[in-house]
């Protein structure tokens, strides 16, 4: 990924959701990106403290609490920014910083079709912008999506066009606010689906993925191969209650449900045997999780046998867990600490 963000000159800015680990995100920033993309306001306090000291929220934070913490964050590192997609979190925003001697940096966040937070046209945008730009204590740096609706794309096809007309969609708005004279230094882009099936548009200036960093099985329905899957789920077999019946130590507690509704990353089950990945996990409970050996196998599962777990889905998988082993040829080679655990406030 820092390959295609060089290749297309753009610059990189993962996003750290999907390990929560100070480490890997400094093996990022080693590897050529600019900063790194957090969710939460916990998550970038944590990773400001481990020394990442170029973070965007890429979310909007609300809440006089947290903009105090906000305002703290800001005087400890050197480059901060925020998204915003109303009025009223810029008017708070302006309130917590306007007597601080730098402003905070903000980009407005953009809906291209995935409907969750984000302005929907450039007329909002230009609203947003020249309010931006009113108040004091507030800097704008640029604008963002996240094309989240290619997960779901009913081909590869259609994800090459989700993400191309979503790129389209805010280099027009960059284009749009330029010629009203906003200064719009960042068109910010990414989803991991998008930016491993689809190029980079000439106008994009950083993307921000994050899953890529470790790859699931619901990545791997389009990728055709779990070989490039990174994140497993070490689980025990706990027992054996039928002859085809194998039963997992591993639940929604550690493993998640991780399905998607449909489309080209929509995996069957909840998870799959890293060795045999033709079988999937079909039962899944809090503390528990089973599959039936296939008719005609012969492999054999006992009590007590270890089987990595290849997760639906990598990012959530992460949040259970205090640290990720590291393993290469079969052997533990660094265990890190997974600081941003729980770090969603
Ligand atoms: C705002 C934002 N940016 C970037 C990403 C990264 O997306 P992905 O994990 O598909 O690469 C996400 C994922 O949820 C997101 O919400």
């Not at 809440?63 to 800001?74: F, T």
């Not at 590192?77 to 109303?86: E, F, Q």
Request: net charge neutral; glycine share 10%.
């Amino acid at each position: 990924m820092q390959e295609k963000a060089n290749l297309a000159r753009v610059k990189m800015r993962p996003h750290i959701k999907t390990h929560r680990t100070p480490a890997i995100a400094k093996l990022q920033v080693a590897m050529g990106a600019k900063g790194i993309t957090v969710a939460k306001l916990g998550e970038a306090e944590v990773m400001a403290w481990e020394g990442l000291d170029d973070i965007f929220i890429a979310n909007e934070i609300v809440g006089a609490v947290k903009l105090e913490r906000l305002k703290a964050l800001k005087r400890r590192i050197r480059s901060l920014a925020v998204g915003v997609d109303h009025p009223e979190q810029v008017i708070a925003l302006s309130g917590a910083f306007s007597a601080e001697p730098v402003p905070l940096d903000v980009m407005i966040d953009v809906e291209t079709g995935s409907p969750r937070t984000g302005v929907l046209s450039g007329e909002q945008a230009l609203e947003l912008a020249r309010c931006i730009c009113r108040m004091p204590g507030l800097r704008i740096r640029g604008i963002f999506t996240h094309d989240g609706h290619s997960y779901g794309a009913a081909s590869i096809e259609i994800a090459r066009r989700i993400s191309r007309e979503s790129q389209n969609k805010m280099i027009e708005m960059a284009s749009l606010l330029r010629s009203s004279g906003i200064n719009i230094e960042e068109v910010s882009i990414g989803s991991t689906p998008s930016l491993l099936l689809g190029g980079i548009e000439r106008g994009v200036t950083e993307i921000r993925p994050g899953n890529y960093a470790f790859l699931d099985t619901n990545m791997a329905q389009f990728l055709g191969t779990y070989s490039r899957c990174a994140q497993a789920v070490l689980a025990t077999v706990i027992s054996r209650p039928t002859p085809v019946r194998v039963v997992l130590d591993v639940g929604t507690k550690t493993l998640n449900e991780g399905v998607q509704k449909g489309g080209i990353t929509r995996a069957e089950g909840h998870g799959r045997l890293k060795e045999q990945p033709d079988i999937f996990l079909d039962k899944i409970y809090e503390e528990h999780a089973s599959f039936d050996i296939p008719e005609g196998s012969d492999l054999q599962f006992g009590i007590g046998q270890k089987l990595e777990i290849i997760p639906n889905h990598a990012c959530q998988t992460t949040n259970f867990y205090e640290v990720i082993n590291g393993i290469r040829n079969g052997r533990v080679e660094t265990t890190w600490s997974v600081s941003c655990q729980g770090k969603s406030q």
